[in-house]
Each structure stands twice: as structure tokens, then as C-alpha cells.
């Protein structure tokens, strides 16, 4: 017993096989395409968040420094009006009135 395909018949089959292989290439590549995009989304994510944290510390040590920065200016400020009334009560010393008196 023969079997008579039609050519038309197997041009058919032909197409659909083609058809078939063609939308099953383009899924993958569609995939590993949202794959990729995906992968650097979060990377990208990950990236901004690294960046954050690193600002947010330089922010603090920052904050800390001008802290220091304002306690050691006051610090200054004392050893200076320190020395000022040191100098003012050698001044008013009556020793160095009569030295300078001479």
C-alpha cells in the first residue's frame, strides 16, 4: 500500500516545522534578552545601593569631623584667652612696671 502525499501537503508540513523551530529560537532569544536585562537591572540596583551606603558614611565621618573640627577651634579659643590673661596679669605685675618705667 503507497502512500501519495500531495507536494502541497508537504510543503505545508514543512512551513509548520519551520514555523515551529523559528518561534521556538525567537522565545529563547527573548528570554536570555529579559534574562540579560534582568541580571543588569539588578546589577545596576546593587551598584546605586553600594554607592548610597558609601555616601551615607562619608556623610557621617564628615559630621564627626566637623564636630572635632569645632571642639578643637574652642579648645583654641581657650589656651588663647588663657594666654591673654596670663599676659595681663604679667603686665599688671609691678615688676614689669618698674622695668618698663626705666
Known amino acids: 500500500m503507497t502512500v501519495l502525499v500531495s507536494q502541497h501537503s508537504v510543503r505545508a508540513i514543512q512551513n509548520g516545522a ?3 523551530a523559528e518561534g521556538f529560537l525567537f522565545s529563547v532569544a527573548a528570554s536570555l534578552i529579559l534574562a540579560e536585562t534582568y541580571r543588569s537591572s539588578r546589577s545596576n540596583t546593587k551598584r546605586r545601593e553600594d554607592v548610597d551606603d558609601r555616601i551615607e558614611d562619608l ?5 564627626k569631623a566637623h564636630a572635632i573640627i569645632r571642639r ?3 579648645k583654641v579659643q581657650n589656651v588663647e584667652e588663657q594666654e591673654d590673661i596670663e599676659s595681663a596679669k604679667f603686665v599688671s605685675h609691678p615688676v614689669y612696671r618698674v622695668i618698663e618705667n626705666t
Open 59 to 63: 556623610e557621617e565621618r564628615l559630621t
Open 18 to 20: 519551520n514555523a515551529l
Open 72 to 74: 578643637l577651634e574652642e
